[in-house]
T-cell receptor, first 113, second 114 residues
Framework: GNSVTQMEGPVTLSEEAFLTINCTYT??????LFWYVQYPGEGLQLLLK?????DKGSNKGFEATYRKETTSFHLEKGSVQVSDSAVYFC????????????FGAGTRLTVKP | ETGVTQSPTHLIKTRGQQVTLRCSSQ?????VSWYQQALGQGPQFIFQ???????GRGNFPPRFSGLQFPNYSSELNVNALELDDSALYLC?????????????FGPGTRLTVL
């Protein structure tokens, strides 16, 4: 089965609303965790990452904290903008075991003005 | 700094044929990974090459094979194409092979198998 499970979309929010996209993972050891974003018509871009427990990744107002006890890496943003409309992918990468990188299925976010 | 590029952009093949997709890594990166992204799904890891050697592989059959060249460009070869191989194929390069390193993705090649 998939090693990364993220909240199913689509998610539709009004501008300035609070965003949470849940992500949980399974892995042996201590993987690195990532959030990637795919804007319409573009390739995957790294949004933020965390490499060890309790690390907080942040970028462009987005944050996610590496929670080892709950094996989670939920993405949050306090006030979304129309320009945040995109598909968001949670991913984990093991530091052993062939550097296996696993992605979630993606969550489509639409922000309306 | 040149980003990751892939060619061709789109490709149409028929079942049973063979295909080669190409990727040029970001300057200075010696690690490249390939992914398959079916419509509406997240990317699935195919394999990774580090300094011209395969050093990681996902759950894909041997008819998916690859090469990495001394200039760190790469190819993905798929033999005996099946309808389910229709997908977006993504290449990503990174400076290091380690798990914490950031991967930079190319725009992908859209393969359609008829």
């Amino acid at each position: 089965g998939n090693s990364v499970t993220q909240m199913e979309g689509p998610v539709t929010l009004s501008e300035e609303a609070f965003l949470t996209i849940n992500c949980t993972y399974t892995a042996t050891g201590y993987p690195s965790l990532f959030w990637y974003v795919q804007y319409p018509g573009e390739g995957l871009q790294l949004l933020l990452k965390a490499t060890k427990a309790d690390d907080k990744g942040s970028n462009k107002g987005f944050e996610a904290t590496y929670r080892k006890e709950t094996t989670s890496f939920h993405l949050e943003k306090g006030s979304v903008q129309v320009s945040d409309s995109a598909v968001y992918f949670c991913a984990r990468r093991t530091k052993t075991n062939n550097n296996d990188m696993r992605f979630g299925a993606g969550t489509r976010l639409t922000v309306k003005p | 700094e040149t980003g990751v590029t892939q060619s061709p952009t789109h490709l149409i093949k028929t079942r049973g044929q063979q295909v080669t997709l190409r990727c040029s890594s970001q300057s200075g990166h010696n690690t490249v990974s390939w992914y398959q992204q079916a419509l509406g799904q997240g990317p699935q890891f195919i394999f990774q090459y580090y300094r011209e050697e395969e050093n990681g592989r996902g759950n894909f059959p041997p008819r998916f094979s690859g090469l990495q060249f001394p200039n760190y460009s790469s190819e993905l070869n798929v033999n005996a194409l099946e309808l389910d191989d229709s997908a977006l194929y993504l290449c990503a390069s990174s400076l290091l092979a380690g798990g914490a390193d950031t991967q930079y993705f190319g725009p992908g090649t859209r393969l359609t198998v008829l």
